[in-house]
């Protein structure tokens, strides 16, 4: 469970910066995954990895990062976001200054 924890956290941290991420990067990133998936599991090297993540209801690394910004899109459309506190910050700077 802690490889878990660790894994999906580092993996989900800045991930929307990922999204052009060159293929190289992305495809490190899906091994680390893979190889979380199988120590995790205990399973064979040379088992399929697919099967083992939709067993822990993992997704591959670019529908990770796609999801996420999708949700981020939705949330901010929707008027559920946290406005970004240094966004926040600098419309109050800019708004102050022009006057």
Not at 4 to 16: P, T
Not at 42 to 55: E, V
Not at 62 to 78: D, G
């Amino acid at each position: 469970m802690v490889i878990h924890a660790f894994i999906s956290s580092r993996l989900d941290y800045c991930n929307s910066l990922f999204t052009c991420l060159i293929k190289t990067s992305s495809n490190w990133l899906q091994t680390v995954q893979n190889a979380a998936a199988g120590l995790l599991t205990k399973a064979n090297r040379r088992s399929h990895i697919t099967p083992i993540l939709c067993g822990l209801h993992w997704l591959p690394i670019n529908f990770r990062v796609h999801f996420k910004i999708l949700v981020l899109t939705f949330r901010a459309l929707h008027g559920q976001a946290h406005p970004p506190t240094l966004w926040t910050s600098y419309c109050l700077y800019r708004h102050i200054a022009s006057r």
